[in-house]
């Protein structure tokens, strides 16, 4: 038996396995695309609306977000389309194969599975050989249904190789985040370690692309994130950012493989610290298990949220300095005229990120909410349950938890966006003062509430559906990150907490939204626990 033995047998059986994850990923993400691009020529069809949003993409704000893209010649609609969809849709695609790697490789080892695979015939790096090959397919199909949609859509100023360009720009920046998630479930010793090392990884790269696109854009290339931005696929196509891509994928791969081959099953280069020989004095309630168990997740998660609003900080000197750009704006209108602009304006970045900034900071406690159900189903709570624990002292542990994390995430990334952004200012005058940012906490802490509320609902009352959960809060996202560049309707923007309270702190706190809202997250709540009382535990 070789090495890669049965290989070809383990990759159906992944399918298999994985075989609904799969299709709504494949379905969602060409979906979008295609979908996108057929809206596009009624959004940015003619030379003013193209004119009017050529100035937007150009901002350093939107730079920050979007990535820089640079335009010559007549621009066409399908050059708008590229500017605005490839950084978006590369982070999706990028989520989607760290999600798949990890479950594939570190989370089946944790649960015993890929012991019981390899106590049959199977070679030693058939399983991680199994899942590499699954990436590949997966990004390869995915990339041939972007290019499909895409030629189907027919944008003006589209080509078909600056379409298959993006199709396979698209599936090689996956499919190199998915090797790099095969590499760290290769060197963690479990799957919350795997997924954190993977995304604080990712997280580097967007910051080294953003901070790079707004300030110095030829630097982009040292951040594999921002070599999606330099295919130009409609007026200048470059397939150098593919080949850079699949070269590191393979390179990265080949690093996996051996760290495969030269660690014990179940275990990996980075060990967890050997816990305390007697149990600390603290460790005797749930809450305090729960906080035992996921420290180094939610500190891991509160520090990177930080560090991203601190990244964002550092272009506020950019976005906000109109002197620069324009130094007769102050002999027109004055010196005072000009600051109180570029506070204007400052402050507008600040409202989208605080929005940006609330729905990052949910990920984090609504994983804590997810997990009563998933130890729930694992298990590991029939310990807890065999002692005079009650249903709603257990679920409060997590959802408390869950509460306190996200709260101190977002107030610590809209701070680092604050503190770092008014630092980082020539004028400290034309900054975000304390008041302004504190209206900033306290519009979006609903929000959050709401959110982590439906997961409390649905772990209550519905379990199997906790999938709408992630579902929603990406709507949210996707309206806010998108909805004005898309023009997506009101009704869009409105379905999700992230667009029932005004932009603050552009505008004041609406106190009766926020009041409403704060009482159905309550509500929410509420029913869940009443749901979870009630309901039959699913235990192993």
């Known amino acids: 038996m070789t090495r890669f033995g049965r290989t070809g047998q383990l990759i ?254 179940g275990a990996g280069a980075l060990t967890t610290r050997p816990g305390r020989r007697e149990a600390s004095a603290f460790l005797r309630g749930p809450a305090t298990l729960v906080w035992r168990r996921q420290r180094n997740v939610i500190i891991a998660w509160i520090v990177a949220v930080i560090i991203f609003g601190v990244a964002y900080g550092t272009v506020f000197n950019t976005i906000g300095d109109i002197l620069k750009t324009n130094p007769t704006m102050q002999q027109v209108f004055g010196a005072a005229m000009v600051h109180e602009a570029n506070h204007k304006i400052l402050l507008s970045f600040t409202s989208l990120l605080s929005i940006v900034m609330a729905a990052v900071a949910t990920i984090p406690g609504m994983q804590l909410i997810l997990k009563v159900h998933s130890d729930e189903t694992r298990g590991w709570l029939e310990a807890l349950y065999a002692r005079p624990l009650s249903r709603t002292h257990l679920l409060f542990s997590y959802v408390g938890t869950a509460f306190v994390t996200s709260t101190l995430a977002f107030i610590g990334g809209l701070g680092g966006i604050v503190v770092m952004g008014d630092a980082s200012l020539t004028h400290v005058k034309d900054g975000i003062s304390a008041s302004e940012f504190w209206q900033g906490v306290a519009a979006q802490l609903p929000e959050i509430g709401v959110f982590l509320g439906l997961a409390v609902l649905l772990v209550g009352c519905w379990p199997r559906l906790k999938a709408i959960s992630w579902a929603y809060l990406a709507l949210g996202f996707i309206s806010v990150y998108m909805g004005s560049l898309l023009k997506l309707p009101d009704w869009v923007q409105n379905v999700t907490p992230t667009g029932w309270m005004p932009r603050v702190p552009m505008h004041d706190v609406n106190w009766t939204t926020f009041s409403w809202m704060v009482v159905l997250a309550i509500a929410l709540v509420i029913i869940g626990w009443q749901g979870y009382r009630r309901r039959d535990l699913h235990m192993s």
């Open 12 to 265: 159906r059986l992944n399918f298999r396995r994985d075989r609904f994850r799969i299709l709504m990923w494949l379905i969602l993400l060409a979906a979008l695309m295609a979908s996108v691009a057929w809206k596009f020529e009624d959004i940015y069809g003619t030379p003013s609306e193209i004119d009017a949003i050529k100035g937007t993409l150009a901002s350093p704000g939107i730079v920050a977000m979007f990535g820089a893209f640079s335009f010559t010649g007549k621009v066409t609609t399908a050059e708008i389309f590229a500017n605005e969809m490839l950084l978006f849709m590369a982070l999706i695609q990028v989520v989607m194969n760290l999600a798949l790697s990890v479950h594939a490789t570190r989370a089946e080892e944790d649960l015993g599975i890929t012991e019981l695979v390899r106590a049959h015939a199977v070679g030693t790096l058939s399983p991680l050989a199994a899942a590499a090959s699954e990436l590949v397919i997966i990004n390869g199909v995915l990339g041939v249904l972007y290019s499909i949609g895409l030629s189907a859509a027919n944008m003006p100023g589209a080509t078909t190789e600056g379409n298959w360009l993006i199709g396979m720009g698209l599936a090689t920046t996956g499919l190199l985040f998915g090797i790099l998630g095969l590499l760290m479930a290769q060197l963690a010793d479990h799957s919350a370690s795997a997924t954190g090392l993977a995304y604080t990884l990712f997280g580097i790269s967007y910051l080294a692309r953003m901070i790079t696109d707004v300030q110095r854009p030829k630097l982009t290339w040292w951040s594999p994130l921002g070599w999606v931005e330099k295919l130009a696929p409609y007026n200048n196509p470059h397939w150098s950012p593919i080949w850079l891509s699949l070269g590191l994928a393979v390179i990265l791969l080949v690093f996996a493989f051996m760290a495969n081959n030269r660690r014990d099953l």
